[in-house]
């Protein structure tokens, strides 16, 4: 049985054969970790390595309070698409809008990369290869709403990922985005994450953290100064710390 | 039972022109009938298969999938559109059900449901009534749920109490969790 069929929303269950992705679950309806030869078997089929463990929140439920009562509000989703944290704030009456931007600026270099080695040796064609050249070329193409669009954006760890200059234009980028009175929650390493993760919303206090194929090497790990300075035309910043030296962050505008 | 079943598939195979766009690749489709290697949805009555090409408007009544590449624009008031996972759209998609195993450049308006695989990868608007993402599924865009349900504006019972440790802005200090 698929993960679709599972919840009971999968097509033509009954009706005619179809050939199904097989989707592990394990006994608590969430998918169970898949080891490398039971990936292997199911073929061409993309089934991800999925390791999750559950990460109680301040900041998370922080940023709930802040939104409380709100009733119909947007709020932009950076991380990838889960299903879990869409519904999660869909069913509070949230407009959701989700852009992976990791992944967007993944595949940018990619084709940056491309580009400069199709340009190799023609100085006239060579784009601007500074960082900050970069950074602007890659927002040209990404985060385009208007001015004011949300009330809340999970950023979660995205910025330790980016180049400095471009986690700089991000946030003064997200800044225009958001309406006065509204959140960012972001979370910051204190030092340097020995693995990949993504973080979805279990509940309203709790984050499940999910280890992932790195999509990009941890560029920086950003100083309780350096935070402030990216963040100086906020009102107010929240901080927690946990044990495992993560940093959760909510900023005011 | 069994003739009722191809009495249905006969009428969906003379129901075929009402798709004028979609017909070349639908009599491929038939031709393939045989050898039941319709992929994902043996529902769907008419098929787009992968190396196949369109650009223009399909409009119809009847379930479709798609393998290829389209362009333009699809209106299945009451049909269902599966996107396999070769298949690339450009356009918007109205539908009373969209399944997305491949990508999809546009905006989707499935009636009833959308569906995201895990190797489904949309950029566009989604608005439906149920929404189902499967692991490692792409989205880039915005989405609305429209159902009779009210809005449970709180969220949840442990949250908002207000009371967590908070450090101002300058402090350089935190809560430990």
Redesign the interface.
Known sequence: MSFLNKLGIGTGAGRSPRREVPWPMGSNGRPRVVGPTAAAAVGTARVPELREANRVSNGLKELLWNLDGLGRGTLLDLGPAWQTTLSFFIERGFRVSSEDILREWKEFLSEEEAKLRETAGRTQEAPDVSPAGRAARFLEANLRYPVSSFDAILLWDLLDYFEPVASKQVVACLTELLRPGGVVFAMFHSKKPEGFHRYRVADSNTLQVIASPVLCPAQRVYQNREIQDLFGRYRTMKSFIGRDQLRESLFIK | MWKKEEAKSQGVAESSPALPTASPAMSSAAAREGS?TL?????ASACISQGIRIKGEVTGSEDLFIDGHFEGKLNLTNG?LTVGPNGEVKADIFAR?V?VRGRVDGKIVGRE?I?????GNVAGDLQTE????????????????ETGKP??????A?????K???????S?S????
């Open positions: 039941t992929p994902i949805s043996g529902r269902s059900e399944i449901k569906q995201l695989w895990s190797t149920r929404l189902a993402i499967e692991d490692g599924a792409v989205l880039r865009g915005r989405v609305e749920i809005i449970d504006k709180r969220f949840g442990s949250a908002g109490s207000g967590t440790g908070t450090v101002s802005i300058g350089g935190a809560v430990d969790q």
